[in-house]
């Protein structure tokens, strides 16, 4: 399918609330507590626990005996381009290129409250899903199915301790923030996760015609009537122009709040890893929820308006109409990322609010609810303070 006829992106509501069914039954068995969901993927030499990714040694470690390995994939090996017509066909032919996203070893959880979808290798850290704060259940847990390879990844730089301080104080800069959110390690869910994104490239060669217009002042009228007005020639032009695009970024995932996942740009994409399942050890990945194809809607629609500015720089002039622009889309890749976010759930009056942060950068964007209660206290006190000034001041004047 050629990049123009993509079928349009439905954005989905910006709002800082998640949509929510109603919640379930508190669950029988966590699957965090269930052994034979467990695997060892990278096991600790010196005891055999289970190794993960440690942010801050960017390497992995054991948690059980302390015990520090050097990763065994080369970290200078950045990600690789991977041709987007081959993907495009393979999709729409009902098999992907060769590779699984995700090792065997992975298990994938889908959430039965929001349906968000996260793997892991291992054994499962999390007791509540990272996007709803709902419980996990046994039953949620499934081995990971094919999917589009993953190409790179940028390795969370901001560790837990560092994700905390800078949750705790967003928090408490939040006046009237409920309970809720002070309360979070006991009901929501604080998780690192690997956030789904496709980059594209492509270089183009558009073909246009059209008008330029240049504007003159002609003077006009006589005596106290006389006046200068601005007239505009207008020619048909046509030409050609180039355009190279490098890394045109698309979150891949449903259940955030797009507009704020947004503010966490930039991202450092030309830094990312060449894919390997040692860097996701540990944390938890969400699968992308829009495929490559779905994605390259929202790609495309930002490189034709860099065209169409520079089809209009081409023509100069004061004015410019286009009439006609056909887009030749050449050298068309794209790579499949993954990226850190540290992800705050929190349920206030059975809605999750979510806050986000930058796991390379610490940025935070964040929604919060307002604490009806304490907004009334504060009121309360107010009017009290008032009262007591108004009783004072009549008693001093009697
Ligand atoms: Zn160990
Ligand atoms: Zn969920």
């Known amino acids: 399918m050629a990049p123009d006829m993509a079928p349009p992106v439905t954005a989905p509501p910006v709002t800082g609330e998640v949509p929510r069914e109603t919640p379930r039954e508190a669950p029988r068995d966590l699957a965090a507590l269930h052994g034979t969901e467990q695997t060892r ?10 190794l993960h990714f440690d942010i801050k040694l960017q390497k992995l470690a054991c948690a059980h005996c302390g015990a520090v390995h050097d990763l065994s994939v080369d970290l200078t090996q950045s ?18 290129h060769g590779q699984r996203s995700i090792s065997a070893e992975h298990k994938e959880i889908v959430c039965q409250n929001c349906g968000g979808r996260s793997t892991f290798s291992g054994s499962l850290t999390a007791e509540r899903c990272p996007y709803c704060a709902t419980p996990i259940q046994r039953d949620d847990v499934h081995n990971a199915p094919d ?10 730089q901001i560790d837990a301790k560092s994700a905390t301080s800078v949750i705790d104080e967003w928090i408490n800069s939040r006046r009237f ?8 390690n006991r009901t929501g869910s ?21 008008r330029r217009g240049d504007d003159y002042t002609v003077t006009v009228g006589s005596g106290d009537d006389e006046r200068t007005e601005t007239r505009t020639n207008w020619f048909p ?13 698309v ?7 797009r507009a704020r996942v947004a503010k966490l740009e930039p991202w450092p994409t030309q830094t990312a890893k060449s894919y390997s399942p040692e860097f996701v050890a540990g944390h938890l990945c969400r699968t992308y929820d829009n495929d490559v194809e779905q994605c390259m809607g929202e790609a495309t629609t930002k490189m034709e308006a860099e065209i169409d500015q520079t089809i209009r720089r081409d023509i100069g002039g004061d004015h410019q109409d286009v009439d006609s622009r056909s887009i ?4 068309m890749t794209y790579k499949h990322l993954l990226l850190p976010i540290w992800l705050l759930t929190v349920i206030y009056q059975d809605k999750p609010f979510q806050v986000y942060i930058n796991g390379v950068t610490g940025e935070v964007q964040g929604a919060r609810p307002w604490s009806k209660v304490k907004i009334i206290a504060a009121a309360v006190i107010i009017l009290v303070v008032i009262i007591v000034l108004i009783v004072l001041l009549k008693s001093r004047k009697s």
């Open 190 to 210: 604080f998780s690192s996760v690997y956030t789904a994104y496709f980059t594209y490239d492509a270089d183009t060669e558009a073909t246009y015609t059209g």
């Open 177 to 184: 923030a409920p309970t809720e959110f002070k309360t979070y």
């Open 147 to 156: 999917r589009l390879a993953v190409d790179g990844v940028v390795p969370f």
């Open 79 to 96: 990600a690789v381009e991977q041709d987007l017509r081959t993907a495009l066909e393979a999709l729409q032919n009902g098999r992907l």
């Open 237 to 249: 032009v046509s030409g050609v122009v180039t355009n190279s695009f490098d890394d045109i970024t």
């Open 328 to 331: 030749d889309w050449r050298k």
């Open 251 to 257: 979150f891949a995932n449903d259940g955030f709040d």
């Open 41 to 50: 993927t990278y096991p600790c030499n010196s005891c055999g626990a289970e």
